[in-house]
């Protein structure tokens, strides 16, 4: 139980493009969502909460306008990087919390590649 | 600002070593501790949580780690590793309770190398 995927796993855009990534709660219904961005050797850094029905929360840093975040149901969320530069490519993460379950447990997709060429 | 260390980069191991990879966190309150394991191709994965309690907590696959609040550390260890450990290890807190305190934040990882 508890299995997040996303899609793509991997996507290669053009400079100016905008690229969008899937996150599915497969067997769960997921209130809230949130979206990471690795970089390679470096940790996972919180982007965005996802709240089913509502605006996202960005983090201090993150443009609201550049990656917009969409979470029309209770078990998608979608993270669209608008305009891509070569900058933006990353690991992109999501993760869903069990609505109901303990507030504090979240379950990981698999990551997108992003790659702006 | 909350903010999570990880002091080993990178750790290189021959099977059946003990392993230890060191976490500490900033944050004065009640905070919520994790370990995750990302092994290579692989999302991440819940290996133990620290909520409350008996601060020695047991996780999945031998795993264990110690919530030491007075030194604002949570340690992982395992005994005895295996070639099935290389991965790359997570500390993570969650600070406070519900709202946007539901954030994780992490550690910069830990790169495991076990060497059989």
């Known amino acids: 139980g508890a299995v997040v995927s996303q899609h793509p796993s991997w996507v290669i855009c053009k400079s100016g493009t905008s690229v969008k990534i899937e996150c599915r709660s497969l067997?769960?219904?997921?209130?809230?969502m949130f979206w990471y961005r690795q970089f390679p050797k470096q940790s996972l850094m919180l982007m965005a909460t996802?709240?089913?029905?509502?605006?996202?929360?960005?983090e201090q840093g993150v443009e609201k306008d550049k990656f917009l975040i969409n979470h029309a149901s209770l078990t998608l969320s979608t993270l669209t990087v608008t305009s891509a530069h070569p900058e933006d490519s990353s690991f992109y993460i999501c993760?869903?919390?069990?609505?109901?379950?303990?507030?504090?447990?979240?379950?990981f997709g698999p990551g997108t590649r992003l790659t702006v060429l | 600002a909350q903010s999570v260390s990880q002091h080993n980069h990178h750790v290189i191991l021959s099977e059946a070593a003990s392993l230890e990879l060191g976490c500490n966190y900033s944050?004065?309150?009640?905070?919520?501790l994790f370990w995750y394991v990302q092994y290579p191709g692989q999302h991440l994965q819940l290996l133990l949580k620290?909520?409350?309690?008996?601060?020695l907590v047991k996780g999945i696959k031998g795993f264990e780690a110690e919530f030491i609040k007075s030194k604002f550390s949570f340690n992982l260890r395992k005994p005895s590793v295996q070639w099935s450990d290389t991965a790359e290890y997570f500390c993570a807190v969650n600070a406070g309770y519900g709202g946007a305190t539901n954030k994780l934040i992490f550690g910069t990882g830990t790169l495991l190398a076990v060497q059989p």
């Open positions: 620290y909520f409350s309690g008996d601060p």
């Open positions: 067997d769960f219904q997921a209130t809230t």
């Open positions: 944050y004065g309150g009640t905070v919520n």
């Open positions: 996802s709240n089913e029905g509502s605006k996202a929360t960005y």
């Open positions: 993760s869903a919390r069990v609505t109901g379950g303990p507030y504090n447990e979240q379950f």
